[in-house]
């Protein structure tokens, strides 16, 4: 598995795709400043900015970001022509997958340290006050685990749609549309049970007048998730679509 993780890692360096992440991420950053801009009547310090990164980066960016990412990996396999290489070394399309996952959860950690560095510059350009080590730290555990729940979150539908050619897009809609909702969703007591905002408990997220969540609750739904994803995973294989030539259809393939 560390050598698919390698692997993924070299594949990544030739991608643009990693420029799109980390242009995301600099881009809810830049939403935040802009945001704060506008309520000049408001006092600003790097708290409550940090916390409009975090808040901003799960509802517009992240989800779709990170699906995007993780299926265009997957879908280049099958793009290059290199997937029916692969599967033949042997290595299973599960084992192929579960690597590409494990390569993205890494990536989510190096976006979330991205966006604080991004973060921390735009605050002190802006000379917002309240800048210490310790909030330092803490925005940036905060960040990392947001972006490392959010991806579980997410996960699933990654599994799903990179099983079939050309589906990952779907998926891309789906999670923005996911992401979104979650703002709703916060608004209204689901913070703790819907899975993109309960990680929003874990780490817990304070809001201008304090928040109060159901951790052990938000565990089991992050948790819920994992599992999901892990049944999802034992079942993955790659569907390749049916084929038809002269008006006969030819079975469909299964690769394990």
């Known amino acids: ?44 310090t790097f708290h409550n900015f940090s916390n409009t990164v975090i808040w901003n980066n799960f509802s517009l960016i992240f989800p779709a970001t990170i699906a995007l990412i993780s ?33 993205v959860g890494l990536l989510s950690i190096f976006l979330a340290v991205m966006q604080f560095l991004f ?9 917002y006050p309240g800048l210490t080590i310790g909030g330092m730290v803490q925005s940036l555990f905060q960040m990392i685990g947001m972006n490392i729940f959010v991806y579980i979150a997410v996960m699933p539908v990654v599994i799903f749609t990179g099983q ?49 969540y159901n951790q052990p609750i938000c565990f089991i739904v992050i948790l819920l998730m994992i599992v999901l994803s892990f049944v999802l995973l034992l079942n993955a294989h790659d569907r390749v679509k049916t084929l038809k030539y002269k008006d006969k259809p030819v079975k469909q393939v299964r690769r394990a």
């Open 164 to 212: 079939r050619a050309g589906s990952f897009m779907s998926g891309v809609g789906f999670t923005f549309f996911y992401g979104f909702v979650g703002v709703f969703a916060s608004g209204h007591g689901l913070t703790n049970l819907y899975p993109i905002v309960a990680g929003l408990g874990i780490i817990n997220y304070q809001e201008d007048g304090g928040s109060v």
């Open 1 to 44: 598995m560390l050598r698919i993780i390698k692997t993924e890692f070299l594949k990544l360096k030739r991608y643009s795709v990693i420029w799109i992440g980390i242009a995301a991420t600099l881009s809810v950053v830049l939403l935040s400043r802009f945001m704060a801009m506008a309520t000049d009547g408001t006092t600003h």
């Open 119 to 127: 973060t921390l510059l735009i605050v002190l350009f802006s000379h």
């Open 71 to 103: 299926g265009y990996m997957i879908e280049r396999e099958r793009t290059d022509d290199t997937l029916k290489n692969i599967l033949t070394i042997p290595l299973s399309f599960r084992r192929l997958l579960a690597g590409k996952l494990i390569t």
